[in-house]
């Protein structure tokens, strides 16, 4: 009996002290985010030609009216060209397109992977451009994203990410992924940037010196290219820049079933990234000082919020009936109660309201909270499917033609 009491004990405080983690990582970052972000001075005045390479696959509801919209920047027409790359496009589709001043490229695999594509279209365009621009096939531009991307370029950084967020809120789901969006903006990327370390990389609305790029991708063919990608970089020592005022809309999840695909590959690719490049980046920081790359190592292991705010939930409400009824047949087996769960719930659920845009703060939003213990199962079930999502292509279907409302020029 006192063998399984030890054990016990020890497994909670194992747990307890990853949630203490967990917590106090996203609070130092979401509370930083609250500050202005510092902008370094400009280091040269150069205008960079950008390929915007938008890759594809089965996207022929939404991608001629993303690739019409991609040419309606407000930077020198000649200073850019917008990249379809169409992987399984219908014969119609490619027509459309074709009639467009874009280039397309085709591509055919027998897997389809995100950095086969873009791989693939590197290899056919050539090498004479400055900066690569990746946007999803469901993305909207804001008219001025490739003048200030080209501004963050002339500030001396050589990877920009830009402020990707909701272009739609039709549903429940839409709305919690748009919220949930925005917060890993403020933890993720405003915050480190305030605190001086890397933005997060998102996977679209990001820039990366042209060279760089397509050498880091000649060697990456995963399902989850954008965290090798960042990690390549971190670990080469070029931080990346978030531009809060560069933004792109992306499409949120309308349906619990692609919520489940979506999330289930995140995390097996951040596992997988975890197992990778632990001890590099622990080696890095004990040699190098490269306190960059050892964070984005720790980042692959924070849970998704909605998980760490659901467990916490349930961690404090079974340990309060706990102590307030007095169950000591329960309590006798472990060392830690409710006034340790308690203040964890809290923090977060600080953390998470001031990370979140106060124009979320209305009835539709606190409508779609009552989706969140279903997006709390749904995410506590794709943890159970992530055998083998690290490895395969899971494919996010994108039908969302909605005008997006832009600011005004």
Not at 217 to 234: A, H, N, Q, T
Not at 236 to 264: G, L
Request: with cysteine; aromatic share 14%; glycine share 4%.
């Amino acid at each position: 009996m006192n063998i399984i009491r030890i054990i016990l004990i020890v497994l909670e405080l194992l747990v307890f002290s990853y949630f203490v983690f967990a917590v106090l990582y996203i609070f130092i970052f979401g509370f930083a985010s609250l500050f202005k972000q510092r902008i370094p001075a400009k280091k040269m005045d150069k205008m960079r030609k950008f390929a915007v390479m938008i890759p594809g696959y089965k996207e022929d509801l939404v991608i001629v009216d993303v690739a019409i919209d991609a040419l309606q920047q407000d930077y020198p027409k000649e200073l850019f060209e917008v990249i379809v790359i169409a992987d399984s496009f219908k014969p119609e589709t490619l027509e459309a397109l074709q009639k467009l001043p874009i280039r397309v490229e085709v591509v055919v695999f027998e897997v389809s992977k995100k950095s086969k594509a873009l791989n693939k279209c590197m290899a056919s365009i050539g090498d004479n451009y400055d900066v690569a621009m990746i946007l999803d096939a469901d993305n909207i531009m804001e008219h001025d994203v490739l003048p200030k991307i080209n501004e963050a370029f002339n500030r001396g950084f050589y990877a920009v990410q830009g402020h990707r967020m909701a272009k739609n809120t039709n549903t429940n789901f839409a709305i919690l992924d748009a919220i949930s969006e925005e917060i890993n903006n403020a933890i993720f990327r405003k915050g480190h940037r305030v605190l001086g370390l890397s933005s997060a990389l998102i996977g679209s609305g990001m820039a990366i010196d042209y060279k760089i790029y397509k050498s880091f991708m000649s060697e990456i063919d995963s399902v989850g290219e954008d965290k090798e990608l960042e990690m390549r970089l971190l670990r080469n020592d070029y931080q990346i820049e978030y531009v809060e005022d560069a933004r792109i809309y992306d499409e949120k999840t309308s349906q619990s079933k692609v919520f489940v695909n979506q999330r289930r590959r995140w995390i097996a690719a951040q596992l997988l990234h975890f197992r990778d490049y632990f001890f590099p980046g622990f080696i890095h920081l004990l040699k190098t000082g490269n306190i960059d790359f050892f964070d984005k190592v720790l980042q692959m292991i924070q849970p998704p919020r909605i998980l760490l705010s659901g467990i916490l939930f349930i961690l404090t409400l079974s340990s309060g009936l706990v102590y307030f009824f007095q169950l000591n047949f329960i309590s006798q087996w472990f060392s830690l109660g409710f006034y340790f769960w308690l203040p964890l719930l809290l923090l977060t659920g600080i953390v998470l309201w001031i990370s979140i845009p106060r124009k979320f703060f209305n009835k539709r939003t606190y409508k779609a909270l009552l989706s969140l213990p279903a997006g709390f199962l749904l995410m506590f079930l794709s943890l159970l499917k992530i055998r083998g999502a690290g490895s395969r292509f899971i494919h996010t279907t994108h039908s969302h033609t909605e005008k997006v409302t832009k600011k005004a020029k």
